[in-house]
């Protein structure tokens, strides 16, 4: 009785047909591998959650880094999410230290050139599911600085933010979901007076002069939304002249 190998489930997604059929094969040509492609983000959602429901999970996504009409770091955040056994790794078409960065962030664990080799990406596929990271050696050095960098920034946001008062910090978590001054006010119980001086007192504290640039150093420093906000008050935040609306 032949003994089983235990198999790799592999996700190609990439925009370019050619692409990804020719990759999807040369994969599947392995004896170890069995793979599925998907020619944009929503397509590999689709395929992803269909696979869990029928108890048949993938264990590696290969993704374009330019989908077209969409952005191949960006699907790697949202399958972050509720699938920790999936290894992502992004494929590129040239190096850039700073989207590397952000793919790394973003939950990738490699970031591979689309001409590399087929035993250099079968490598990076075994070795991911080994908990290594890959990434180019010519690109080490700058994405090292770029992850430095992004932690600076957030150490200095998680310290301003950390200087407002607890309705401060309760008020900049009704703007980070999305909730306009009268929103704020309903939520909390407040004026809409007493909100926006919180609010004009947060962005004073944060060193920013408008919402937006508070809402993208509180998300930077880790501040999620309010919990459960009301749909009927929620609302686009409304910006007029960097004054709050």
Do not use: Y
Not at 36 to 64: I, N
Not at 185 to 213: D, I, Y
């Amino acid at each position: 009785m032949g003994v089983s190998v235990a198999r790799i489930r592999v996700l190609v997604v990439d925009d370019h047909r050619v692409f990804a059929e020719s990759l999807a094969a040369a994969l599947a040509a392995e004896p170890d591998v069995d793979v599925a492609a998907a020619g944009s983000g929503p397509a590999a959602l689709r395929c992803l959650d269909r696979a869990a429901a029928e108890g048949r999970r993938f264990d590696v996504m290969l993704v374009d880094a330019d989908l077209a009409g969409a952005d191949g770091v960006e699907l790697v955040g949202q399958v972050r999410e509720g699938r920790p056994g999936l290894r992502s790794v992004v494929l590129a078409e040239r190096d850039d230290a700073h989207r590397a960065a952000l793919a790394l962030q973003a939950g990738a664990w490699g970031w591979v050139a689309k001409d590399s080799s087929l035993q250099r990406l079968l490598a990076v596929v075994r070795g991911v599911l080994r908990d290594e990271t890959h990434l180019p050696p010519a690109l080490l050095t700058g994405v090292l600085r770029e992850l430095t960098e992004a932690r600076r920034h957030r150490t200095e946001s998680e310290r301003l933010v950390e200087s407002l008062t607890p309705r401060e910090r309760e008020v900049l978590r009704c703007m980070v979901a999305g909730l306009g001054r009268k929103a704020v006010a309903e939520r909390l119980f407040l004026s809409p007076h007493t909100v926006r001086t919180h609010m004009q007192n947060v962005l004073g504290k944060l060193g920013v002069h408008s919402t937006l640039a508070a809402v993208a150093l509180a998300r930077r420093a880790g501040v999620g939304p309010a919990e459960d906000p009301d749909p009927v008050l929620a609302g686009d935040v409304v910006e007029r002249g960097g004054q709050l609306a």
